[in-house]
């Protein structure tokens, strides 16, 4: 008389196929986790490139304007030494206006990026 079998045990295939599912899904978090974190970390110092930039431009344009033919470079203080800046006046042909572009400049995984501004001023 024969017996009848019965699957009353998990098979070892099955074991070793859900902890490669696992591992899967494991990996694939981690590596979104890490490309957010990098997002953040770009996305913050951008904010923080413009708000420098913000306050180089109205230096330059308000509070000592710059006269055409300026150039001026410089680095910012803690907490802020990855950055630096560059601004230059510029005098717009035959006409009593003068243009100020500032650039802020920063190294970011292995890339060097930058924001710029441009403000036309009458002198």
Not at 52 to 74: F, H, M, N, R
Not at 100 to 114: D, G, I, L
Request: aromatic content about 4%.
């Amino acid at each position: 008389m024969a017996r009848p079998t019965s699957r009353a045990g998990i098979a070892l295939i099955e074991v070793l196929v859900s902890m490669v599912l696992i591992g899967v899904g494991v990996v694939t978090i981690v590596r979104a986790l890490d490309t957010c974190v990098r997002s953040v970390n770009r996305t913050q110092d951008a904010a923080e490139a413009a708000m420098l930039l913000g306050e180089i431009l109205l230096d330059a344009t308000q509070v000592q304007p710059l006269k055409p033919g300026t150039e001026l470079s410089g680095r910012f203080e803690s907490p802020y030494e990855k950055f630096s800046w560059d601004a230059k006046c510029e005098s717009m042909d035959e006409s009593p206006f003068s243009r100020v572009t500032v650039t802020v400049r920063w190294k970011a995984s292995k890339k060097e990026r930058q924001v710029s501004a441009k403000r036309i001023l009458l002198t």
